[in-house]
Every structure is written in structure tokens, then in C-alpha cells.
């Protein structure tokens, strides 16, 4: 039973997305998406992604611009760095993804957020991807995310914003789950 | 074929509580049990277990724990006995050695088909409870041959693993319960821990189960919670019954050597993958807990009681290692059984009536089951309140449903003697007038009214067929109602005290005793008693402030001044608030005006398991319409 001067606006429409919660409840064949990459080698480790198309809510559907992407190692790799590593780009997927969920989830919580900033860690071994020691993995043996957010909220629910971004999170889970890949050459 | 009024399957203890209500209310039924009473205790728990709530909490209409030891936790035998002593208590007709085979609908009711032989009934009540199977995850089926694999259903004892290592996949109270005996037998444990719900055993000297009761958590109404699918998925609180009333965290568990992964994401070519969620899933069982204790702590504070309670305490946050085991080679041979406690689920199989949503789980409002008239659920998690699942749960649960049952059953007679449904629109209303008025003309409108009557209460109120003139106006009453209840955020007990203390300055019987037997039901009889004499000797201030507002506002709105309004800001009420609470209670004189004026007398049903002190309050306003046959 609190009054609030100003409205609460982290920019989510968060009435929308309760609603489309309750669509996608009663039509639960709505809710099948299917998202979708193209990638195009250019030279040497450089390649460009691009993302226009995917398929959601029973039909083929378009974002307003096509997205490019590209992806390169970087010199001390003999390669010529026209872009982030892959592995950045996975950091990359993770931190917005984690970040917009805090952004809704603050913003369902009637919770003004002034700033968000979080940086990320991933630690390899590469000894793994050379091929110098099979006990490695190729993938990070960690990831560290660190966000430091200022709002209106008391240090317990700033947190509890945060994990429960994580809880709602597709690419945290897709990072801490295994995910079957399937690879075929046409 | 037998026949009876209400068959009840299931004789555990809620069961039998359905049954007492039904023989209080003459209402002829059976019980049937595939087994024994309380037959899942008996054969389906493991041998340490003991109730999770203390002996004080098993309350059953008709019985509470009256043995020595209030504070302490029921062994099986213990249970079992208890709920064979109710059954016989209230002389419960049970049929044991009966397993249902069938329930399906019929024209006029339901048939029940057993390996005894079949019965009839206008109603059934499934009181079989939550946990009839062990879920086990798909891929279980990926385990390799030479692991061996027992469910929380089968577990018995730790004597009965192999030797080596054992795989504990569940962090609730079964799986924590399990990981600690196991453990201690020698067996070294390794627990897949994912979402989970921490509580201390204790807390500032009183039972974490006291302090849910105390604080209200326990009654919080399915109704009133934000997200009704979300609370009744949660899993169980991770506590243990033991005599020296010890708690069983996570961290109580690592100390003694217990290793923790993540939640059990996976099998493949015969290693355990586990989820990176870890610490994430700890983190918000330990930022849930501490809401719960925060809580707790103003509620003592509010309460005055920090002078007599020890003091506020923290518990350490659950400590989670730099970077658990992401797999584990379940060929190996470190690992020689897994245990499955990843929760139970119902078994329907027998369940002919088309009411299961996907998932598999009954569609119901409140224990009515959706789309099938006279079907009625018990037991279930948060099936009215948050208490539904406990042997505490089932009085007020059992109490509230056998009301609407005995109202479907009585407008299932008024239907019949009609000879008609109440369907077809400008047909002339079967329901006879309620007030000075003649019976309104059927419409789709009305017909709506009346079913949500007879969903929600299981009888047309005389209200209804009041309004029944004009049923838009009363769904825009009822929005505008609502509406207000949201922005104020007024809780079930708040709107019980106003409209109470509205109804009863105006002198209207009709909302004083149907309010009053709700804010009873909610808080006390006396309670309720003490706000409609207007004596509140019960409420707390807060509450005091709402019920002299109400009157205030009954009675005479020109004689306020600026003092009557800092009292409920000082009761804690803000501006935004007080006006949501000055234009509930106007709408509710509003509706009570029209009921009066037009002559509607309070339904004869009201008059069911009204509590006497409710009854006697109410000296005034219109007399209870006669009883039993509103024809």
C-alpha cells in the first residue's frame, strides 16, 4: 500500500508480455519458435552471420533490418581480427540476454532501474582447442558476470532481480545445460 | 449398481474429513480405499520418516493432537494411528479393499466402477492426494544396466542400497531427508540440488511451521496469490522432523561430507550431466528465505513480541564450491545407485471425465473441478489455500467444498422439480422471485449469473435473482468492486471487516451473515461476532480503524472530519489507499441498498454451519428466507 509519484518505466511493456503469456497458455502450439542463423565464410577465420528470418506464433516472421555479425580471432591468432571471437559472441548472447531479463524483471517488480553495466569473464584453456591435452575442454571452464545496477531497491532485491533473470534466462540455460547439436553437409 | 449421494475415494486424512462434513450435514456417502485407511503412510514412506509439521498442527475437524508432546513429529506408526483413530472417531463408512477402476460421467451424475462392484452418485469427491507415482525423469531410461535405480516410493531404508557411491537426484525435503541417511550409512552421497526452498527447523525459538501459521502464510487464499500455477508448482519446504527438532540445510549437509551438482540435466553415453545453475538456484533459495524471516521479524515487531523471542539471526548463505562437477561417469563404478526424489505426481488413469489440462492435472477453481457439475478435488497443493496439502489444511478446505456440495445437490433438485434447465433465454426464470419484485426474464446474462452462483456457492443467491433484472448492472458493480480491491490492494480479510461493519450499521441481515460466516471462517468466529455487535474486541488496530470507518461512512458520511481520516493514516493507510477503502464501502451500501429495498432475504443456505455467536449478532434486517425448499 504504497503510493508511487512517477510511474515505474524501464521502457518493458511488461502488460504485453503478461498477455502473451496468457495467449501463449491457451494456444501452446503458438509458443514453437524456430530461430535462425545464416553464416557466409569470407577468408582465412573470418566469417559474417546474418539474421533476418525466424518462425514464431504459428508463422514465418521478419525483424525490421537484417542483423550482420562478424566473426574473427584476433592477430595473436595469425588472423586478420574483422571481428569479435565466437566465444566473445557467446558472451555476448548471455550479458544481453541477462540484461534485458533484468530489465523486465525489475520493471514487473514495479522496481526504477538507473543504470545497469555488467562485465563478463570467461576463462579458457586453450590447451583444449590446440589439441594439447584431451583432459581440457574446448569451452570456457568458466563464466564470471558481474553487474553493478543502481535502483531503486534495496541491495536483497537488487539480487533477487538478477537471479531471477538468470531462472528466466534462455541463454543462461542454454550455457549451463547440454543442448543436443546436430551438424550435417548438404 | 449402488447408489448413494457422494462417493469420496481416497481414506487418508482428508477423505475422512470430507466424511465428517457430509454425515454433519446428513449428506448419505461411502468412502471407498483401494487399501487401509491412511494406506499411502502405511505403505509407501520410508521407515525414518516423520510428519514435517509439529503434533500440535494436526488439527482435523473433530480432532487435534491431545497427547503429551505438542512440539514433537509423528512417526508413521504414529500417523497412522492418529488417522485410524479419526476414521473411527467419526465412524467414516469406509469400503477398504476397494480400488477404483472407473469414474464416468453419466446424465444425472457419476458412476463409480470399482473391483467391487459399481456405485451411482449425483457427486464424487477424489481424494487421492498429490502423490500416487513417483515422476521419474525421461531419461532415467539412458542410466546404465549395472547402476541400480529406487525411487523415494521404493526407498525404505539405506541397508537396502549396495554398497558405494549413491546419486541423490532432488533437493527437497524427501531428497534432503534421503542424502542424510544415506550418507551417514556410509554411502557416499552426491546430491543434484535445483530449485529448492530453504527453511530453518527453528527460528528465534519457535517453529518455522509456528511462525507460518502466526504470520497468516499457511491461510493465504488460492484467490489472493498473484500467480496460482506458479505457487503450485513449488517444491516442499526442505525441512526434516526429528526429536532433537534439528535442521537439515543444504550446508548441514556439506559439513558432513555430502558433495553437491547441479540439477541432474541429462544423461549421455553414460555420464550424469549436471546443470552450471548452482549457485544460482542456492542464491535465490537463500534471498527467498531471507524475505520469509524478514517477514516473521516485522510481524513480531508489529506484534510486540521481540522482548519475549530470541533474537533475529541470519543463517549462513548456502556455500556452494568454486566450480562443481559439471559430469560424472555413471559407468565408473563410483556410483552404484541412484535415488530418484524428483517429486510425485497423481494418478488419474481411472478418471473417464474429460477434465485434465495438458500437463495432466485437474482443472478445478478452488477444489470445484472445471466443466463437471457435482466433481469435486482435495489435497492438492494450494487447492484453496496455502495449508491444503497439510492434515491441517483439510478442515477448512473440506468445510468450504461439503458447503458447495450440499448447494449443487439442492439446485440439482430445484432443477429437476422444474423439469428444466435454467438454459433457454426469455424462457420465464424457473427461480422463484427472491424479493417484491416478479421473477426477471431469462437471458444469456442471467443464466451466467446464475451459474456463477451456483459455481461459486452452489446455489442461486436471492441476490442474484434480484439483480436478475438487470445482470450487466451487477457485473459492473462487481468490476467496479474489484477494481477497487486491486488498486487498494485489500486483502480477503480487510473486505471481510469493511462489509461487515457497513452491512451490519445499515441493518442489512443479508450481507452481515453472509460475510459474517466468510470473515469467520477467515479469522474467528468471535472475531466476525465481535465486528458485526460492533464491540471489535478482536482486531488489532489497523483493522479497528477500517471497521469504525465503515460505520462512519454507513451511517452518516456528513458528520467525517479530518481527524476520522488521520486515524487510518495513522493506522497505516495511505490517501491513495483510504479513498479505494471510502469507495468499497460505498459500493457496498449501494448493493446492500438495492437488495433491501427490494425485499431479498438472506438465502436459507447461509443458515448451514453458521457459527452460533455470527448468528446472534445479527439481531436486526430482514429474516433468513425459510429453510430447504425454496419453491
Given at each position: 500500500m504504497t503510493t508511487t509519484d512517477t510511474p515505474v518505466d524501464n521502457g518493458v511493456n511488461v502488460a504485453a508480455l503478461l498477455e502473451a503469456r496468457e495467449a501463449l497458455t491457451a494456444a501452446p502450439e503458438a509458443a514453437q519458435f524456430q530461430w535462425r542463423a545464416n553464416c557466409v565464410w569470407e577468408h582465412g577465420t573470418h566469417s559474417r552471420s546474418t539474421i533476418e528470418?525466424?518462425?514464431?506464433?504459428?508463422?514465418?516472421?521478419?525483424?525490421?533490418?537484417?542483423?550482420?555479425?562478424?566473426?574473427?580471432?584476433?592477430?595473436?591468432?595469425?588472423?586478420?581480427d574483422h571481428g569479435a571471437t565466437p566465444v566473445e559472441i557467446v558472451l555476448v548472447g548471455l550479458a544481453s540476454c541477462l540484461t534485458a531479463g533484468v530489465a523486465a524483471v525489475a520493471q514487473n517488480r514495479e522496481i526504477q532501474?538507473?543504470?545497469?553495466?555488467?562485465?563478463?569473464?570467461?576463462?579458457?584453456?586453450?590447451?583444449?582447442?590446440?589439441?594439447?591435452?584431451?583432459?581440457?575442454?574446448?569451452?570456457?571452464?568458466?563464466?564470471?558476470?558481474?553487474?553493478?545496477?543502481?535502483?531503486?531497491?534495496?541491495?536483497?532485491?537488487?539480487?533477487?532481480?538478477?537471479?531471477?533473470?538468470?531462472?528466466?534466462?534462455?541463454?543462461?540455460?542454454?550455457i549451463t545445460n547440454p543442448t543436443n547439436v546436430t551438424v550435417e553437409v548438404r | 449398481m449402488q447408489s448413494t449421494t457422494t462417493v469420496v475415494i481416497g481414506a487418508g486424512h482428508a477423505g475422512l474429513a470430507m466424511s465428517r462434513q457430509l454425515t454433519a450435514r446428513s449428506i448419505d456417502h461411502v468412502v471407498l480405499e483401494r487399501g487401509d485407511v491412511a494406506n499411502t503412510w502405511k505403505t509407501e514412506r520410508w521407515d525414518s520418516l516423520r510428519l514435517l509439521t509439529p503434533n500440535w498442527q494436526s488439527r482435523l475437524p473433530g480432532l487435534t493432537y491431545d497427547g503429551d508432546d505438542p512440539d514433537g513429529y509423528m512417526t508413521m506408526p504414529e500417523v497412522i494411528s492418529f488417522i485410524d483413530r479419526y476414521a473411527r472417531l467419526v465412524s467414516a463408512p469406509v469400503q477398504r479393499g476397494t480400488t477404483v477402476t472407473a469414474v464416468r460421467a453419466t446424465s444425472d451424475g457419476y458412476v463409480v466402477d470399482t473391483d467391487q462392484g459399481s456405485w451411482r452418485a449425483p457427486t464424487v469427491v477424489l481424494a487421492t492426494g498429490a502423490c500416487n507415482v513417483a515422476h521419474v525423469?525421461?531419461?532415467?531410461?539412458?542410466?546404465?544396466?549395472?547402476?541400480?535405480?529406487?525411487?523415494?516410493?521404493?526407498?525404505?531404508?539405506?541397508?537396502?542400497?549396495?554398497?558405494?557411491?549413491?546419486?541423490?537426484?532432488?533437493?527437497?525435503?524427501?531428497?534432503?531427508?534421503?542424502?542424510?541417511?544415506?550418507?551417514?550409512?556410509?554411502?557416499?552421497?552426491?546430491?543434484?540440488?535445483?530449485?529448492?526452498?530453504?527453511?530453518?527447523?527453528?527460528?528465534?525459538?519457535?517453529?518455522?511451521?509456528?511462525?507460518?501459521?502466526?504470520?497468516?502464510?499457511l491461510d493465504e487464499r488460492y484467490d489472493e496469490v498473484d500467480d496460482i500455477t506458479r505457487v503450485r508448482r513449488l517444491p516442499s519446504l526442505q525441512i526434516v522432523g526429528t526429536p532433537q527438532r534439528t535442521t537439515l540445510d543444504i550446508n548441514a549437509l556439506t559439513a558432513n561430507?555430502?558433495?553437491?551438482?547441479?540439477?541432474?540435466?541429462?544423461?549421455?553415453?553414460?555420464?550424469?550431466?549436471?546443470?552450471?545453475?548452482?549457485?544460482?538456484?542456492?542464491?535465490?533459495?537463500?534471498?527467498?528465505?531471507?524475505?520469509?524471516?524478514?517477514?516473521?521479524?516485522?510481524?513480531?515487531?508489529?506484534?510486540?513480541?521481540?522482548?519475549?523471542?530470541?533474537?533475529?539471526?541470519?543463517?549462513?548463505?548456502?556455500?556452494?564450491?568454486?566450480?562443481?562437477?559439471?559430469?560424472?561417469?555413471?559407468?565408473?563404478?563410483?556410483?552404484?545407485?541412484?535415488?530418484?526424489?524428483?517429486?510425485?505426481?497423481?494418478?488419474?488413469?481411472?478418471?473417464?471425465?474429460?477434465?485434465?489440462?495438458?500437463?495432466?492435472?485437474?482443472r478445478h477453481d478452488g477444489g470445484v473441478v472445471d466443466d463437471a457439475p457435482g466433481l469435486y478435488l482435495l489435497g492438492m497443493p494450494f487447492l484453496r489455500r496455502r495449508k491444503s496439502t497439510l492434515i491441517d489444511g483439510a478442515g477448512a478446505d473440506t468445510n468450504e467444498l461439503s458447503s458447495h456440495l450440499a448447494g449443487y445437490l439442492e439446485q440439482a433438485a430445484v432443477?429437476?422439480?422444474?423439469?428444466?434447465?435454467?438454459?433457454?433465454?426469455?424462457?420465464?426464470?424457473?427461480?422463484?422471485?427472491?424479493?417484491?419484485?416478479?421473477?426477471?426474464?431469462?437471458?444469456?446474462?442471467?443464466?451466467?449469473?446464475?451459474?456463477?452462483?451456483?459455481?461459486?456457492?452452489?446455489?442461486?443467491?436471492?441476490t442474484s435473482r434480484v439483480w436478475a433484472h438487470d445482470a450487466v448492472a451487477l457485473d459492473r458493480l462487481s468490476e467496479l468492486l474489484g477494481h477497487v480491491v486491486r488498486t487498494g490492494s485489500l486483502t480477503f480479510r480487510q473486505r471481510g471487516i469493511l462489509i461487515t461493519s457497513c452491512a451490519s450499521a445499515l441493518g442489512d441481515s443479508y450481507c452481515s451473515l453472509a460475510w459474517g460466516k466468510k470473515l469467520a471462517a477467515e479469522a474467528g468466529d468471535e472475531f466476525a461476532a465481535s465486528v458485526l455487535r460492533g464491540d471489535d474486541g478482536e482486531l488489532d488496530e489497523s483493522e479497528k480503524a477500517l471497521a469504525v470507518w465503515a460505520r462512519q461512512v454507513a451511517r452518516d458520511p456528513n458528520n467525517t472530519d479530518a481527524s476520522d481520516v488521520s486515524r487510518l493514516r495513522e493506522a497505516g493507510f495511505d490517501d491513495a489507499t483510504i479513498f479505494s477503502i471510502t469507495v468499497f464501502v460505498a459500493l457496498r451500501i449501494a448493493f446492500s441498498t438495492v437488495n433491501d429495498a427490494l425485499g431479498a432475504r438472506p438465502d436459507w443456505q447461509l443458515a448451514d454451519a453458521m457459527p452460533t455467536s455470527v448468528r446472534d449478532a445479527v439481531a436486526f434486517g430482514r429474516p433468513l428466507a425459510d429453510g430447504g425448499d425454496p419453491s
Open positions: 528470418r525466424f518462425f514464431g506464433l504459428g508463422g514465418e516472421q521478419q525483424h525490421k533490418t537484417t542483423f550482420s555479425f562478424d566473426a574473427d580471432h584476433p592477430e595473436i591468432f595469425a588472423s586478420e532501474l538507473r543504470s545497469v553495466s555488467a562485465t563478463l569473464e570467461g576463462d579458457m584453456d586453450i590447451q583444449g582447442i590446440l589439441g594439447i591435452d584431451s583432459d581440457v575442454r574446448n569451452g570456457f571452464s568458466g563464466i564470471k558476470v558481474t553487474y553493478d545496477i543502481d535502483a531503486d531497491a534495496s541491495a536483497d532485491e537488487i539480487k533477487a532481480i538478477v537471479a531471477q533473470s538468470q531462472k528466466r534466462s534462455a541463454v543462461y540455460d542454454i | 525423469p525421461a531419461f532415467a531410461g539412458a542410466v546404465p544396466p549395472d547402476v541400480a535405480q529406487v525411487t523415494s516410493m521404493q526407498y525404505r531404508r539405506p541397508q537396502q542400497l549396495d554398497d558405494g557411491g549413491v546419486l541423490v537426484v532432488g533437493a527437497s525435503a524427501t531428497g534432503i531427508q534421503l542424502a542424510d541417511e544415506i550418507h551417514r550409512s556410509g554411502r557416499p552421497v552426491t546430491l543434484a540440488v535445483g530449485a529448492h526452498v530453504r527453511a530453518p527447523r527453528m527460528y528465534r525459538g519457535l517453529d518455522i511451521q509456528r511462525w507460518m501459521d502466526d504470520i497468516g502464510l561430507g555430502v558433495r553437491l551438482v547441479g540439477r541432474l540435466a541429462g544423461i549421455s553415453d553414460g555420464k550424469a550431466q549436471f546443470s552450471g545453475s548452482l549457485r544460482n538456484a542456492c542464491a535465490m533459495a537463500d534471498l527467498k528465505l531471507g524475505r520469509l524471516l524478514d517477514t516473521i521479524d516485522e510481524w513480531a515487531t508489529d506484534h510486540g513480541l521481540d522482548a519475549q523471542l530470541e533474537p533475529p539471526w541470519r543463517p549462513e548463505p548456502t556455500g556452494v564450491e568454486e566450480s562443481p562437477p559439471l559430469g560424472l561417469d555413471l559407468a565408473g563404478g563410483d556410483i552404484r545407485t541412484i535415488v530418484w526424489a524428483t517429486g510425485y505426481r497423481p494418478d488419474y488413469s481411472w478418471l473417464q471425465v474429460p477434465v485434465l489440462d495438458r500437463k495432466g492435472l485437474i432443477g429437476r422439480s422444474n423439469g428444466a434447465r435454467l438454459t433457454q433465454p426469455g424462457q420465464e426464470n424457473p427461480s422463484p422471485p427472491a424479493g417484491f419484485l416478479g421473477a426477471a426474464t431469462m437471458s444469456a446474462d442471467v443464466q451466467r449469473l446464475y451459474d456463477n452462483d451456483v459455481s461459486g456457492m452452489g446455489y442461486v443467491m436471492n
